[in-house]
């Protein structure tokens, strides 16, 4: 998606994959794209934790959870949270 679309990705949410959260911050390092917001919350033992720790070090926006829980339903959830905060 960031090669297709590039600089008109406002939000990024990642609730599975642990390494396309690793790929998107290191896009981002890379300078290829800068979205407003990252939205970190890969599920289980493998990377998942690790992978949100070095979100949580990063200086641009973003939401996490620590730890080995979250997964695509936490994803949805925040996602839709904001877009309700955003509608009022």
Request: hydrophobic content about 45%.
């Amino acid at each position: 998606a960031v090669e297709q679309y590039g600089e008109d990705i406002g939000i990024v949410a990642v609730g599975n994959a642990p390494t396309a959260l690793l790929k998107v911050m290191e896009l981002i390092d890379e300078g290829r794209f800068r979205p407003e917001l990252v939205i970190g919350v890969p599920v289980g033992f493998v990377s998942a934790s690790e992978s949100k720790d070095a979100l949580f070090r990063k200086d641009y926006p973003f939401i996490t959870c620590l730890g080995t829980k979250g997964g695509s339903p936490v994803a949805v959830a925040i996602v839709n949270a904001l877009l309700r905060m955003a509608d009022e």
